[in-house]
T-cell receptor
């Protein structure tokens, strides 16, 4: 397996524009997590899915953020409209449900909103 | 609410030293604990996973221990090398009706040649 794949790797957009981040989890993993990393706040969990169903979205900062998982091999995180304070690195991770399965992270998407 | 803390925040050591990184968590109801390494501008690489029923795990020069009752885990790195320089993060997977990962604040390690 190629691991967790995120796209794009870098995104620069203007304030007010819509941004869509994409993630392909590892095949067979039934948990998918979206994290945001900043210098000030470290790694924050935004939302996670189990079997394509959103389980906990309490970390989503506000209504401008939305996430979907239409099938087991694809998820999106959308920001509309984007703001400069959304600039961060966004990571997607996937894991199995068993106690001995590790979480694997994608390489991240570095988002800059100007 | 589960909180994860890592001490020290930064560490600089000469090459060859053995070192210990610490991770503390406030709620012992964890599913497992995972140590990650993050290089600057990169993603997270999994190093070791310890299940809640285990006391330690070893991989090469790395050894991670877990004491659930006291809410602590340590990552021991033997014979450190400049290539070990990175940020090390621990994450607990909590159980209380949910299976999300809570991350620590990280320890930034620099091994001097």
């Amino acid at each position: 397996d190629a691991g967790v794949i995120q796209s794009p790797r870098h995104e620069v957009t203007e304030m007010g524009q819509e941004v869509t981040l994409r993630c392909k989890p590892i095949s067979g993993h039934d948990y998918l997590f979206w994290y945001r990393q900043t210098m000030m706040r470290g790694l924050e969990l935004l939302i996670y899915f189990n079997n394509n169903v959103p389980i906990d979205d309490s970390g989503m900062p506000e209504d401008r953020f939305s996430a979907k998982m239409p099938n087991a091999s694809f998820s999106t995180l959308k920001i509309q409209p984007s703001e400069p304070r959304d600039s961060a690195v966004y990571f997607c991770a996937s894991a199995g449900g068993a106690r001995n399965t590790e979480a694997f992270f994608g390489q991240g998407t570095r988002l800059t909103v100007v | 609410k589960q909180e994860v803390t890592q001490i020290p925040a930064a560490l600089s050591v000469p090459e060859g030293e053995n070192l210990v990184l610490n991770c503390s968590f406030t709620d012992s109801a964890i599913y497992n604990l995972q140590w990650f390494r993050q290089d600057p501008g990169k993603g997270l690489t999994s190093l070791l996973l310890i299940q809640s029923s285990q006391r330690e795990q070893t991989s090469g020069r790395l050894n991670a221990s877990l004491d659930k009752s006291s809410g602590r885990s340590t990552l021991y790195i033997a014979a450190s090398q400049p290539g070990d320089s990175a940020t090390y993060l621990c994450a607990v997977r909590i159980t209380s009706g949910t299976y999300k990962y809570i991350f620590g604040t990280g320890t930034r390690l620099k091994v001097l040649a």
